[in-house]
């Protein structure tokens, strides 16, 4: 089936550092998600792509969906305690319309020191 | 925005006993909805598919008399994990998607399951 690689797998970075991390597919995706967790709960939306080539911004994060269609990346710009985390890319088993199904990737664990 | 709200959070109990999880879209109808499990330190599987008024659809693998799934209204899809054993602790997750929208799923806060 579909897999998303994602990587890095974790990041330690210093209060104030940008962050990149992407995901990467064998297959072609209509849509990009990206998500965080927090620990013990459940995933919330980042930022949603829809378009090869989009490029989108939602506050210091920024996502675009690469225009091959099979890889996207997200930058978290001027990092705060807060941005620590799991970030997971996800993209849709079946793609268009309702009902579909969301594959993610393995997830990048983000560590901020202050 | 739109809200799931999933209930309980948090549930210890004895193995062989079974447990109820259940997973509501507070300000939207959702036709469907996905419970996933996720183990620590890995990413969510997807477990199954919720539709309202008929059956679940299973992922390979995830058994289907283990898990029940109901979704008897649009609003409530319930979870219920049927004489647990210890291998059955996880986290489980559920989300929903907005139908009529285009907007992706949004997801509760799951629950932590652990079976003594």
């Known amino acids: 089936g579909q897999q998303l690689n994602q990587s890095p797998q974790s990041m330690f970075i210093q209060e104030g550092e940008d962050v990149s991390m992407n995901c990467t597919s064998s297959s072609i995706f209509n849509t990009w998600l990206w998500y965080k967790q927090d620990p013990g709960e459940g995933p919330v939306l980042l930022i949603a792509?829809?378009?090869?080539?989009e490029l989108t911004s939602n506050g210091r994060l920024t996502a675009q969906f690469g225009i091959t269609r099979k890889d996207s990346f997200l930058n978290i710009s001027a990092s705060i305690p807060s941005d620590v985390g799991i970030y997971f890319c996800a993209g849709p088993l079946i793609s268009g319309g309702s009902n579909y199904k969301l594959t993610f990737g393995k997830g990048t664990l983000l560590t901020v020191n202050p | 925005g739109a809200v799931v709200s999933q209930h309980p959070s948090r549930v210890i109990c004895k193995s062989g006993t079974s447990v109820k999880i259940e997973c509501r879209s507070l300000d939207f109808q959702a036709t469907t909805m996905f419970w996933y499990r996720q183990f620590p330190k890995q990413s969510l599987m997807l477990m199954a598919t919720?539709?309202?008024?008929?059956?679940?659809?299973?992922e390979q693998g995830v058994e289907k008399d283990k898990f029940l799934i109901n979704h008897a209204s649009l609003t409530l899809s319930t979870l219920t994990v049927t004489s647990a054993h210890p291998e059955d602790s996880s986290f489980y997750i559920c989300s929903a998607e907005n139908r009529g929208s285009n907007q992706p799923q949004h997801f509760g806060d799951g629950t932590r399951l652990s079976i003594l």
């Open positions: 792509l829809y378009k090869a080539g």
């Open positions: 919720s539709n309202e008024g008929s059956k679940a659809t299973y």
